[in-house]
């Protein structure tokens, strides 16, 4: 088993930034990948961001992309999720999910998921 247990989240204002942080404990050494997903009031929950732990490979969706940059720290089990420009639309409540499979895009790939945290951006 994997927990995760995010932090970081909060209000801002527009154009602000906000850093999540995802740490992961347990049987880590069985992940492929971790990711950030989010969910706005009256939507479905998105696809946002995802990093291989080996390589670093990153994926973005393109309503992040160019705003927000996912990072790892394998010492610490940790994945960060840099988020600049923020906007409204961003408005969600984050979850950090982990996969052991390569379908990183794939939400129903993923086994394990963080309790979601609150991120809120003022007009």
């Known amino acids: 088993q994997v927990q995760l247990v995010e932090s970081g989240g909060g209000l801002v204002q527009a154009g602000g930034s906000l850093q999540l942080s995802c740490t992961a404990s347990g049987r880590t050494w069985s992940l492929y990948a971790m990711a950030w997903f989010r969910q706005a009031p009256g939507k479905e929950r998105e696809f946002g961001a995802a990093i291989t732990l080996t390589g670093g490979d990153t994926f973005y969706a393109d309503s992040v992309k160019g705003r927000f940059t996912i990072s790892r720290d394998n010492a610490k089990n940790t994945v960060y999720l840099q988020m600049n420009s923020l906007r409204p639309e961003d408005t969600a409540v984050y979850y950090c999910?982990?996969?052991?499979?390569?379908?990183?895009?794939?939400?129903?790939?993923?086994?394990?998921w963080g309790q979601g945290i609150q991120v809120t951006v003022s007009s």
């Open positions: 999910a982990a996969i052991r499979s390569s379908g990183i895009l794939r939400e129903s790939e993923y086994t394990y």
